[in-house]
């Protein structure tokens, strides 16, 4: 019944959307100016208007939602007045005088590929400021800098709504004179125009459009189903492998385990491995708030990256709905704040630990505090240039307010209950009071090694999808393929759960029995080598630059890496819990 009336307002919700987009002849269509920057740097964006350009006497924002302000929008109304199937020739939009400055800037922008953004009835459209002229042949190289001041939008219908929307600027450009060579007080004029065509086109309704027309960002993107079943095949195969010989040695430990020596010395020969250090397995680890802390918040995030595959998979985000997958994930990751605290004084409280209202607060800290002094520095920094990337005022005090009234009460909540919810830990052996000494380990199952096999093999099953996804995030594609996506992210967590039981019982075969936190930082590790294929990719296989744009990547690339180690360490903390919980309570101790 519930699903039902979901399905019943998701259609409404879905009706009254198509109503609101319906015009009828001669009807005012709403457009707006968002933003402008430099096309290579996806998030150093700067409002329209900050540019000496055609700009209303009293500039009116739009509200905006919340996904919206996130990603840096900031519209305004526009001077152009577009009317349903009225076409306009050459209309003129303003003239500006253009001071030395005013031109200096303009050339800086179009010399820094500045592209623009206008939205038109909830449909984004892109293009050029102007273009810039090189003649290498004469020396000194001269350099003529030309501005576009002409837009011709053209715009298809569909009966009465709109459904694709396209724009032209280079019909007519003027070259700028160098500022150097202007005198004091001279002003340049730019006449500024438009013209709107419309178009009928009944092959495209309103539930596709904008995804045809002009591409503005390129969409080269396919489904690389060869690279995706290479991967897949070789991570089944390797991990296969790992755990073949993990459960043939597991066997024989247990047929050896099991079997009752009359001879005393041959019995002490035999008694070695992981059984040795049964009273010692299950010795609660230091810092275990920590450490709760973390298999909490990576269980939030567990849950609220599962969530969102599920919507995109159902169809909630698309080209033209702007931005709800940041305020979904907002939303999510606040909801799923009550599965982290449940989780982590569950396990805290299991653990013997003795102050769970401190651990509360320790595991609402553990991600957040980190994440809000980066932000703070990128914050500062784009507030410092002026990019639109700077979260208004009001918007800051709307997410703090949601942090303080949502998501950190969930995670009281949560805590209350996973408090009274937990019973002693089902430990299948007994402690002994007395650490028993560790013998000398190997260096092929030292924990450097371990980081690095436990990061690696992880790593490798998200190698191929992991170009596609920053180049979504941090580049100008559109990744649509969530498909694809949810089963590398499934494929993620199945190699990270089976590579730290395997690591976990070759170190306890060497009778260390130090696994609590081995076991999270080695699946965790796989962050430091994503964070390490960041560096990469920026360097070889993006054109970024600029302060606040290396700013903001830098920053959140690290926040984002620290997130992974959460999540995937608390993938690898419950396997080898599971793992260890299995292999003790079947053999034979005595």
Known sequence: MMA??????????????????????????????????????THETYHYYSLPVCRPDKIISRSLTLGEVLDGDRMANALHSIKFKTDVTNKELCTMKLSADDIQT??????????????????????????????????????????????????????????????????NEVELP?????????????????????????????????????????????IHWLSIINSVVLTVLMVGF??????????????????????????????????????????????????????????????????????????????????????AGLFLYVLASFFSGYVSNRLFVQLDGQNWAWNIVLTSSAFNGPFFLMWSTANTVAWATGSTQALP?????????????????????????????????DAPCRTKNIQRQIPPIPWYRALPVQLLVGGFLPFSAISVELYYIFATVWGRELYTLYGVLFVVFSLLLAVTACISAAI??????????????????????????????SIFYFYSRSNMSGLLQTTQY??????????????????????????????YKNVKLD
Not at 139 to 164: A, C, G, R
């Open 106 to 171: 303009l050339s800086d922008a179009i010399d820094d590929l500045y592209y623009f953004e206008f939205i038109i009835d909830d449909l984004p459209v892109r293009g050029f400021l102007g273009q810039i002229e090189e003649h290498v042949i004469d020396l000194p190289s001269i350099f003529k800098v030309y501005l576009w001041t002409h837009m011709t939008f053209t715009i298809e219908y569909n009966d009465k709504q709109i459904v694709s929307v396209d724009v032209s600027e280079k019909h």
């Open 554 to 583: 830098f920053g959140y690339t690290t926040i984002a890496c620290y997130a992974i180690f959460m999540m995937l360490g608390t993938v690898g903390f419950y396997s080898s819990l599971y793992f260890v919980h299995y292999i």
């Open 504 to 533: 976990t019982y070759f170190q306890l075969s060497s009778e260390d029995y130090r696994w609590w936190w081995r076991s999270v930082f080695a699946s965790g590790f796989t962050g430091a080598f994503v964070f390490g294929y």
């Open 4 to 41: 039902f009336s979901v399905l019943v307002l998701l259609c409404a919700v879905a009706s009254a959307n198509a109503a609101s987009h319906s015009f009828s002849q001669g009807a005012h269509v709403p457009m707006y100016v968002n933003k402008v920057g430099p096309y290579f740097n």
């Open 178 to 222: 160098q500022p150097s060579s202007m005198k004091s007080g001279e002003a340049f004029s730019v006449h500024y125009t438009y013209s709107v065509e419309w178009k009928e086109n009944k092959s495209i309704d309103f539930a596709s459009r904008g995804l045809h027309g002009k591409v503005f960002f390129p969409r080269t993107f396919e």
């Open 393 to 425: 005022a009001t918007t800051i005090i709307l997410l703090l307010l949601i942090w303080l009234l949502v998501a950190f009460p969930l995670t009281v909540v949560g805590g209350i209950l996973g408090k009274n919810s937990t019973g002693v830990m």
């Open 242 to 327: 790992v755990l073949v010989l993990v459960m043939k040695a597991l066997n024989r430990d247990f047929a050896r385990y099991s079997q009752v020596e009359d001879d005393l010395e041959l019995q002490a020969d035999e008694d070695q491995g992981w059984k040795m250090v049964s009273s010692d397995v299950f010795r609660f680890p230091r810092y275990r708030g920590i450490l709760c802390a973390v298999v909490g918040n990576g269980v939030q995030f567990i849950i609220t990256v599962a969530a969102l595959l599920f919507l995109a998979l159902l169809g909630f985000f698309n080209l033209h709905r702007h931005h709800s997958m940041n305020a």
